[in-house]
């Protein structure tokens, strides 16, 4: 969501310290034409503290003090707005409508027909609501359709369901500093689920519940967020991956994203088109990204290739040597580079491409798509020849093997949060990936 309205006031605690805000554009004034020394902003959980002459509360992320003496200019990636000027934790974050109209289909609105022939229609509960145990996101999902409306016309009352709301609920108070962390895991669920990275959301708020009224909830911030893309995706609704067709799955989805690490992957996509203009586009760094994601899924789902007897000697001659050189008098400076070397020989089960011949076969009644054991070498010897800094050429058929490849990738995360086979085959009849 994008504030198209000008914020300006002054720093919370620092009268001379005035501010102006434009979309995501800060500039800090001085009211001291003369200052003899610069004035630090402290930054509270990574936020500094305005308050608009409405007597609004802006929270403007910076993560660090800031520093200033007559002026200072801060490009933010996203601040809330709120009434409190105290806001250190928070319970429930919803997102709104956006991208999350693609991804839901309401079934809150239903018509039935009476003994007259007459249509009738009335209002249903459409909440999914799904569990989450990762300690990091401990609490619930849930996905539904906002508040219908209903409007008196001539001929009778007018039925519509509006946007769409999803809401996590928290077990315990979240501070403010983790919205960036919990904003980008819902953001990465809802890129896989489109398959496109252009998109975002209508609005995000804090929200919690009212007093006296525990099952009543209302906003207690609203939270704005810098969006890189120019536009959003027009992708259609029946291409992506919707909450009613990933279930309970959601829950295995979510608890991939956040158990994602740089150094133990779980969920690996960075091959996934930036928009819909790019989305037939293949490069190397994409041809990179796709064999990343495959190692990381073959890692996850065990894919084991039987080797000869020779491998393994070989394979425990090269340790030898790594820990010979290790406990030696001309070791490497950084011990830790033998902790990944080493580890690597241990998780060294087979050459990646009968890893992904092997993982392809398996998984090839679900996608429907075929290629050769020739065109899975040469997918991987372009990646090994281009990773080594060689010039290698990029031809249609690497782009093909490259498409089916981002294929197996996806089926192979939706077989593991859970999804039945049956439902995976429909999901690529749909072209999920295209």
Known sequence: MQNTVKLYGVVEGYEKISFVLDKFKCV???????????????????????????NKYVYIFSNQDLKIWNELTLNTWGYFVSSSPNIKTYKI????????????????????YTDGLEIK??????????????????????????????????????????????????????????FPEIYGYILSMCQFMTFRCNIRFEA???????????????????????????????KRMHSCLTFNTLGESVTNLLDSIVNNKPKRPHFNIGFIPEDDETVNYITSMKIREICSALESEMELSKIQVQQEETFDQLVSKLKSIVIEDRDGEHSLTDSKAYDYILGTLNHLSGAL??????????HQPL?????????????????NTITHGSFMPLDNSLAETAFVLIELVYCCILKRIGMADNVIKELFKWHITS
């Open 93 to 112: 974050i919803c997102f709104e409508g956006g991208i999350l109209n693609k991804l839901f289909s309401p079934s809150s609105v239903c018509f039935e």
């Open 28 to 54: 800090f004034f001085n009211a001291d034409p003369i200052p003899r020394s610069s004035v630090i902003l402290p930054q509270h959980q990574g936020f500094i503290l305005g308050r608009t002459s409405q």
């Open 367 to 383: 996608m429907g798509e075929w290629i050769s054991r020739k065109q899975i070498d040469e997918f991987v010897k372009y990646r």
């Open 204 to 234: 995000i708020a804090f929200k919690d519940h009212v007093e006296n009224f525990p099952q009543m909830i209302d906003s207690v911030a609203e939270c704005y967020v810098c969006y890189e893309h120019a536009y959003d995706t027009d």
């Open 353 to 362: 491409s009968d890893k992904i011949e092997k993982c392809f076969f398996e």
């Open 121 to 178: 229609g009335k209002y249903q509960d459409d909440c999914q609501t799904y569990p989450l145990l990762n300690k990091k996101i401990k609490g619930n999902i849930s996905i539904h359709s906002n508040p219908h409306e209903r409007r008196t016309a001539e001929n009778g009352d007018l039925i519509s369901t509006g946007g769409i709301n999803l809401e996590i609920t928290f077990d315990e108070e979240k501070e403010i500093q983790t």
